[in-house]
């Protein structure tokens, strides 16, 4: 499938502070990288289906989820293939390739749970849960160990 390059262009685009997250987000599927929140990464896309999640991402809101496959060998994963949590990512650049792969730069926003897939082909779209990060308190013992790793280091 290729890139619909109608659909925008990217090169100059600007990512809000905050989003409003859909219930329903297009989901890609990475092999061989885990993204998490906060991370701005550069990603290949080849697959007819990861393209066709990109350019719905592109022709609504640029929200998609992302989440690993559990075997980066599987070429075409189901749902049974793919980590229940991802991070909901936002594409902020997309580059046409020469061998008809997509470049797309991607952030990271926060952490999303998948409770149901919704849909499968041509893409997969799926039912997400935005993930807060928790705050954690560092206890007095941690405190203790590291001042006394570092004095002793010292």
Do not use: C
């Amino acid at each position: 499938m290729k890139f619909d390059s109608s659909v925008t262009d990217l090169f100059d685009l600007e990512i809000p502070e905050h989003y409003e997250i859909p219930e329903v987000l297009p989901l890609m599927a990475l092999r061989d990288v885990i993204v998490f929140p906060s991370m701005v990464i550069p990603l290949f896309v080849g697959r007819e289906s990861s393209v066709a999640a990109v350019n719905e991402a592109l022709t609504n809101d640029r929200l998609l989820l992302l989440a690993a496959q559990k075997d980066a060998r599987t070429e075409n994963p189901g749902p049974e293939d793919l980590y229940r949590t991802g991070v909901i990512a936002a594409v902020m650049r997309t580059l046409q390739l020469p061998d008809g792969r997509l470049k797309i730069l991607t952030q990271a926003l926060l952490k999303g749970r998948i409770n149901e897939f919704v849909q499968t082909r041509p893409f997969f779209q799926v039912k997400v849960e935005p993930l807060e990060d928790m705050e954690v308190e560092p206890s007095v013992e941690v405190a203790r160990t590291v001042m006394e790793w570092l004095v002793l280091d010292s």
